[in-house]
């Protein structure tokens, strides 16, 4: 992988998640919305790429962490909303 698609995906993934929290802090979206959780899952995912591309481990787990939240978020709203 070449260092500006790195580049690119990691500028990426900070401006979704960004993006998501933006939207939730000026209640554009509520944090249950199902475009907040997948935000922060691709979001996240695009900086661990950039992360582990250039070595910055502690960013990558925290970025790793976050993904779990948001797909556990998401499988519980899911479930919420189906009982």
């Given at each position: 992988m070449?260092?500006?698609?790195v580049d690119i995906t990691g500028w990426l993934g900070a401006a979704l998640?960004?993006?998501?929290?933006?939207?939730?802090?000026f209640k554009k979206i509520l944090p249950e919305a199902g475009r907040y959780q997948f935000f922060n899952a691709v979001?996240?995912?695009?900086l661990i790429v950039n992360t582990m591309y250039y070595r910055a481990y502690p960013s990558a787990l925290v970025n790793v962490v976050w993904i779990v939240i948001a797909i556990s978020?998401?499988?519980r709203l899911r479930h919420a909303t189906a009982s």
């Open positions: 070449t260092k500006i698609v998640l960004l993006a998501a929290y933006g939207l939730v802090s979001g996240s995912c695009c978020a998401t499988y």
